[in-house]
């Protein structure tokens, strides 16, 4: 009969600790439930829950706080990525990282493949410019060179999911070659509110000394 007490009296414990776990994470989810990694998953006395903030994340989940992502591991603690973000990167007077391209201008053909094109075919389309940019993983997005640019053919080739777009490039400022590693000094500039293809966005430029 004691035996039997223990034992009731040991659940009746287990039960009130996962409770109170769980009622605190509805709560929780009840404050700011758009933005909580929770899927649902109540855990028991013996898992853990990291904090970040006003967030709960579950051992072993990570919380995006749209710049860089922060993992909870099991002994409690929580690992975060370190990318420079916002108003972190005004001050930079040097740049590295790798050099890419992208916003084209040029010809505005409308280039599509024939009905028996098959995966892996290439379609050459407009031809014009591409802007130098260099990206890193200290950056929150990529930051363009100002005046670095590079003569482009735009390349379509196609795929399984619909089409990729590339481009072949030559002429390139300064001879960069896009995929290298570069670095570069010079003052950083934000641009606001800029638009490209139909989308406003606020741009970071570099003026190479």
């Known amino acids: 009969m004691k035996n039997t007490l223990l034992f009731l009296f040991a659940l009746l414990l287990m039960g009130t600790g996962c409770t109170s776990v769980e009622q605190m994470v509805l709560d929780q989810n009840e404050d700011n439930e758009s933005t909580l990694p929770y899927d649902g998953h109540t855990p028991d006395e013996?898992?853990?829950i990291c904090y970040y903030e006003d967030q709960i994340i579950f051992v072993g989940q990570s919380y995006y706080d749209g710049c860089n992502t922060h993992t909870c591991q099991y002994d409690g603690t929580i690992i975060s990525t370190e990318i420079g973000c916002g108003s972190e990167i005004t001050n930079l007077t040097t740049i590295s990282g790798?050099?890419?391209v992208g916003k084209f201008t040029g010809t505005e053909m409308g280039c599509e493949f024939s009905e028996d094109a098959e995966v892996g075919d290439r379609l050459t389309c407009n031809n014009g410019t591409v802007n130098l940019g260099v990206t890193s993983n200290k950056y929150s997005s990529t930051i363009w060179l100002k005046d670095y640019i590079c003569n482009a053919v735009e390349i379509f080739t196609?795929?399984?999911d619909g089409i990729d777009v590339s481009y072949e490039v030559s002429g390139c400022t300064s001879d960069m070659i896009p995929g290298n590693d570069y670095s570069l000094g010079g003052e950083l500039e934000q641009k606001l509110n800029q638009w490209?293809?139909?989308?406003q966005q606020d741009e970071w430029w570099f003026s190479v000394n």
Not at 196 to 199: P, R
Request: hydrophobic letters at 40%.
């Open 158 to 160: 196609k795929t399984t």
């Open 196 to 199: 490209y293809m139909g989308v």
């Open 46 to 48: 013996t898992e853990l």
């Open 98 to 100: 790798v050099v890419t």
